[in-house]
């Protein structure tokens, strides 16, 4: 199965135009396959065939590489760490946290950020409007955390100066759009994700100035 994940991962990257060192290519491998033996017995992600790993959890965590900013990235919800885990990989120069209330998840995490190791991450666990940590965040992500409306008003917080949100979702969630008003200015960013045929979007908001 190794084999197979790294011909996926290699070719994934390449259609991506996403670079990656071996190193980091072997890292986000090792990652996987940690992934999967705690699925076993934990089920921590939905993704449960293992041909189907590299491009639901990796390739589509990377997805936004390109529209990552700042120095402090926060992943809310984090679950089994996506995307965060692969895009610390990736951006060993910044500061990843990852966030979630379950435990056996940020058991997971923890055991995850050890083992690989990743000493830019950070993991914590919290519900997302009691948190409160020391400095905000140049960015906020999410994969499958809540509606837009629901992430702003539980992260506002969180958010540094300057900094914005970066929510990936399937379909353009156009009613949630509607919802925010010109209190936000917004950008969206169809992508790619090889072997996905669904849709897919990452939106990049940010509060109007």
């Given at each position: 199965m190794?084999d ?5 991962l290699?070719?994934?990257?390449a259609?991506m ?14 990652y996987?396959?940690?992934l999967e ?7 921590l992600t939905?993704?449960?065939?293992p041909v189907?790993m590299v ?17 402090r990235v ?6 089994a ?6 895009l610390?990989i990736?951006?060993?120069?910044r ?6 209330t379950n435990?056996?998840?940020t058991r997971?995490?923890r055991?995850a950020r050890?083992?690989?190791p990743l ?40 958010l ?5 949100w ?5 379909a353009?969630?156009?009613?949630e ?17 090889p ?14 100035m």
């Amino acid at each position: 199965m190794l084999d197979l994940w790294a011909d996926q991962l290699g070719k994934g990257l390449a259609r991506m135009r996403i670079s990656a060192s071996r190193e980091q290519q072997q890292l986000l491998l090792n990652y996987l396959a940690l992934l999967e033996k705690w699925n076993r017995a934990f089920n921590l992600t939905a993704v449960r065939d293992p041909v189907k790993m590299v491009s639901r959890q990796l390739l589509d965590s990377l997805s936004i590489q390109h529209l990552l900013e700042g120095d402090r990235v926060l992943d809310v919800g984090s679950g089994a760490g996506l995307p965060g885990i692969p895009l610390s990989i990736l951006n060993p120069e910044r500061d990843f946290v990852l966030l979630d209330t379950n435990s056996k998840k940020t058991r997971f995490l923890r055991q995850a950020r050890l083992e690989l190791p990743l000493e830019n991450v950070e993991i914590e666990q919290a519900r997302v409007e009691k948190y409160r940590p020391s400095q905000g965040f140049d960015l906020i992500t999410s994969r499958a955390f809540a509606s837009l409306p629901d992430m702003l008003g539980l992260t506002r917080h969180l958010l540094a100066p300057g900094g914005g949100w970066l929510a990936m979702k399937g379909a353009v969630p156009v009613a949630e759009l509607e919802t925010l008003g010109d209190e936000y200015s917004v950008e969206v960013h169809q992508l790619d994700v090889p072997e996905e045929p669904g849709q897919r979007h990452g939106i990049l908001i940010r509060p109007a100035m």
